[in-house]
């Protein structure tokens, strides 16, 4: 009887983990890039599949200098970054720009070649 409540506990995880899903963010699912107390980047990580991307938010201030810089750098994931004023940087892994208002802002990894692989994404402000 143990043997069968644990099997049956074992395949509702299973359902439940198909259910929920892993790996990449629908693209309706924005993620909020999180800094550590004190410090002015901070880094997320990814897996892109074919299509996918994925979508990450974080709020600055208009004067502030962005740098986005999305790795491996042999791979072609790319990064845009979206503003309230429009979109600020196009189809980069790495870019260095001035922000110019105050808002929120998007940034969206992709793969142009529809790939799947593994990513970083460093996002400093300062």
């Known amino acids: 009887m143990k043997k069968k409540f644990i099997a049956s506990a074992v395949l509702a995880a299973a359902s439940a983990a198909t259910i929920l899903g892993t790996g990449s963010a629908a693209a309706d699912e924005t993620r909020q890039i999180h800094f550590a107390y004190g410090s002015d980047n901070g880094f997320v990580s990814g897996h892109l599949q074919g299509f996918d991307s994925d979508h990450y ?39 260095k720009f001035t922000l110019p208002v105050n808002g929120s802002y998007e940034v969206v990894v992709t793969s142009p070649q529809h790939r799947t692989l593994d990513y970083g994404l460093g996002v400093k402000i300062n």
Do not use: F
């Open 57 to 95: 938010k974080l709020d600055a201030r208009g004067g502030q200098t962005m740098i986005v810089s999305a790795a491996p750098y042999w791979s072609d994931v790319v990064v845009t970054v979206k503003g309230p004023t429009g979109t600020l940087t196009s189809g980069q892994q790495w870019a």
